[in-house]
């Protein structure tokens, strides 16, 4: 069993909950590719034994949400879980936020939030925040490549929207929210956010808990994940592959996997040689 399993996460559990409930489901090693917090739902990707070794390229790729938003409140969190720091009025028009909107599509320096596991010297932004601890927090460069208005209502002299939004790697939703309400000179908090897609993997192909537990999902291959070429070798070539020798720079990356489509390593060229940048060959393939 080798692959990425598409997790729908329900709200109200961490991403370290769901790979532990499937890795003692399903007797596994596994991992996933990018934290969702507990009050967020939706697609989590979750790499199964062999899979692990790839988990970082599925990290980078881009991700897609729907988020709440309620202009009026902030809380130390920036979403809803969180203590409440600030609350006003805001009442703010349809045309004011789509304007917000449309100028937040574009490439910038996003403030961590104070309440993430992003590490300053070796400890824990989140545990800054727990010990009362002042901390300069790190900026990231992000882009958004795509955001709209989904919802939008006025309610308890509040303004309370729904968005979608299509972001890079290392993109907090909890600080974009942030940011919108900022330069509507007004407040903001996350109340509900649902991750839709990360790059290929969809929601509407991802598999709850209950159905992992009743075995009732499908696995995804390596190299169906992976955007790269596939190449099968003959067996000349696959002990090559396997001891991990240099071969022609025929491709910036490839995927070679054997007759059998045992996925045997991936390579990149590098100083002009193809060499290995991830062995997934397993002897045991050979001795079934």
Same mark, same amino acid.
């Given at each position: 069993?080798?692959?990425?399993?598409?997790?729908?996460?329900?709200?109200?559990?961490?991403?370290?909950?769901?790979?532990?409930?499937?890795?003692? #489901?399903?007797?596994?090693?596994?991992?996933?590719?990018?934290?969702?917090?507990?009050?967020?739902?939706?697609?989590?990707?979750?790499?199964?034994?062999?899979?692990?070794?790839?988990?970082?390229?599925?990290?980078?790729?881009?991700?897609?949400?729907?988020?709440?938003?309620?202009?009026?409140?902030?809380?130390?969190?920036?979403?809803?879980?969180?203590?409440?720091?600030?609350?006003?009025?805001?009442?703010?028009?349809?045309? #004011?936020?789509?304007?917000?909107?449309?100028?937040?599509?574009?490439?910038?320096? #996003?403030?961590?939030?104070?309440?993430?596991?992003?590490?300053?010297?070796?400890?824990?932004?989140?545990?800054?925040?727990?010990?009362?601890?002042?901390?300069?927090?790190?900026?990231?460069?992000?882009?958004?490549?795509?955001?709209?208005?989904?919802?939008?209502?006025?309610?308890?002299?509040?303004?309370?929207?729904?968005?979608?939004?299509?972001? &890079?790697?290392?993109?907090?939703?909890?600080?974009?929210?942030?940011?919108?309400?900022? &330069?509507?000179?007004?407040?903001?908090?996350?109340?509900?956010?649902?991750?839709?897609? #990360?790059?290929?993997?969809?929601?509407?192909?991802?598999?709850?808990?209950?159905?992992?537990?009743?075995?009732?999902?499908?696995?995804? &291959?390596?190299?169906?994940?992976?955007?790269?070429?596939?190449?099968?070798?003959?067996?000349?070539?696959?002990?090559?592959?396997?001891?991990?020798?240099?071969?022609?720079?025929?491709?910036?990356?490839?995927?070679?996997?054997?007759?059998?489509?045992?996925?045997?390593?991936?390579?990149?060229?590098?100083?002009?040689?193809?060499?290995?940048?991830?062995?997934?060959?397993?002897?045991?393939?050979?001795?079934?």
């Amino acid at each position: 069993m080798n692959g990425i399993i598409i997790v729908n996460k329900e709200a109200g559990l961490t991403s370290r909950e769901v790979v532990e409930v499937i890795e003692k #489901q399903l007797h596994v090693k596994a991992g996933h590719t990018g934290t969702l917090d507990p009050i967020a739902k939706g697609v989590l990707a979750v790499c199964v034994n062999k899979a692990t070794k790839i988990s970082r390229d599925l990290t980078s790729i881009d991700k897609e949400y729907e988020a709440k938003i309620i202009l009026g409140l902030e809380t130390d969190t920036l979403d809803i879980t969180g203590r409440v720091l600030k609350e006003e009025k805001s009442i703010i028009s349809k045309d #004011q936020i789509e304007e917000a909107l449309s100028k937040f599509k574009t490439t910038y320096n #996003q403030e961590v939030p104070i309440y993430s596991a992003v590490k300053i010297k070796g400890k824990k932004l989140y545990e800054y925040a727990r010990n009362n601890e002042e901390v300069e927090l790190p900026k990231r460069e992000v882009t958004i490549y795509d955001i709209k208005l989904i919802n939008y209502e006025v309610k308890d002299n509040k303004t309370i929207l729904k968005i979608y939004t299509k972001v &890079s790697k290392g993109t907090y939703i909890r600080g974009l929210i942030r940011d919108i309400a900022h &330069s509507l000179n007004t407040v903001g908090t996350m109340s509900g956010l649902t991750r839709t897609a #990360q790059g290929k993997f969809k929601i509407e192909d991802a598999y709850t808990l209950e159905d992992i537990k009743n075995n009732k999902f499908n696995i995804i &291959s390596i190299k169906d994940a992976l955007d790269i070429p596939v190449v099968e070798v003959d067996d000349d070539l696959k002990f090559k592959i396997i001891h991990a020798q240099k071969l022609n720079p025929d491709y910036e990356k490839v995927l070679f996997v054997d007759k059998d489509n045992n996925e045997l390593a991936i390579y990149h060229k590098e100083n002009n040689e193809l060499r290995v940048w991830k062995m997934l060959y397993n002897h045991m393939e050979d001795s079934k």
